[in-house]
């Protein structure tokens, strides 16, 4: 069927000019030093500027991206090939609690910025267990909740930290305290929004279950707007892994083996 006889021609022709007047736009906020800049980072292979020591975000940074998930997880692949692009925008915002002299600033910043975007991924750190910044600010920005949700990054630093990297998963121990620990975030943060949070755990640093925090953000996105998400559907769990972890003997074996027994059988 030629193009022009094709109605989804047209109304494909109608869904990219929506997506290129308004792209899917992703913020992220939360308090300082939890991973925000990082987990961008991590998420579309961006170099936002992050911080060891100092907060480093001092404005909001809204990035337009063109993103090309690969299937396969290998990043040598020609630049030029036909993959698909999705373009979407993401925001990245100064962390509050920074200083009591910027917070009033800040606030105002993220009440003038939050609404242009469908989704808002709040972040916070998994060490930190002291929830009650988070919640006064969330309390001042009441009007966005309903399209928030929650990350708990840095779960790689969960005690006992004894991480098992050569599988790129938390150990057993940790485990039991990530799931203690999603759940008191929860409902801590259920008390101040009035219902029950998406609240998801992963590390930036290791690329751990970004897929899931990913699928959260696009689920998150209201009913209106979710239909230009789904061209971000088509990635990879392997496109959020670090290069690192993918280049690992294991974890190539693992690769392997997997394609063996999911190879349809003759
Ligand atoms: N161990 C660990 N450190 C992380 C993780 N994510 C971010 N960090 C570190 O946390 C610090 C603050 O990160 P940054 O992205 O600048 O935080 P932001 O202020 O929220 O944007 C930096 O030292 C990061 O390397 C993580 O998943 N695990
Ligand atoms: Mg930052």
């Known amino acids: 069927m030629s193009e022009q006889q094709d109605p989804r021609a047209e109304i494909l022709a109608a869904l990219r000019e ?7 736009r992703i913020g992220v906020i939360g308090v300082s030093g939890t991973g925000k800049s ?16 100092v907060a480093q975000t001092k404005e909001f940074e809204d990035v337009a991206l063109s993103v090309r998930f690969n299937a396969d997880g290998d990043t040598g692949a020609d630049p030029g090939d036909d993959r698909p692009h999705v373009r979407l925008r993401v925001v990245d915002a100064p962390g509050l609690g920074e200083d009591v002299a910027l917070d009033g600033a800040y606030l105002d910043l993220y009440r003038k910025n939050l609404p242009a975007c469908d989704v808002v991924l709040w972040v916070t ?3 930190n267990r002291a929830i009650a910044l988070d919640q006064m600010y969330l309390e ?8 928030m949700v929650f990350g708990v990054n840095q779960l790689d630093l969960v005690e006992p ?13 940790q485990e039991d305290n990530i ?3 999603e759940a008191d975030r929860a409902a ?15 590390s930036s640093r290791r690329g751990y279950r970004m897929e899931h925090l990913f699928k959260a953000i696009l689920d998150a996105c209201p009913e209106d707007r979710r239909w230009i998400y789904a061209g971000l559907k088509n990635f990879s769990h392997l496109d959020f892994l670090p290069l690192e972890t993918r280049n690992k003997p294991i974890f ?7 394609k063996i027994l999911n190879a349809p059988k003759h």
């Open 140 to 147: 001042q920005l009441r009007e966005f909740h309903d399209r």
């Open 38 to 53: 990082s987990t961008i980072n991590t998420l579309f292979r961006t170099d936002l500027a992050t911080s060891d020591t």
């Open 18 to 24: 929506e997506v290129e007047n308004r792209p899917p």
């Open 252 to 258: 190539r074996a693992t690769q392997r083996l997997a």
């Open 179 to 181: 799931k203690e620990i």
């Open 161 to 173: 930290m004894d991480w098992r990297p050569a599988y790129n998963v938390p150990s057993r121990a």
């Open 188 to 202: 801590h943060l259920a008390a101040v929004l009035g219902r029950d949070p998406v609240v998801i755990g992963y």
């Open 125 to 127: 750190a998994a060490r």
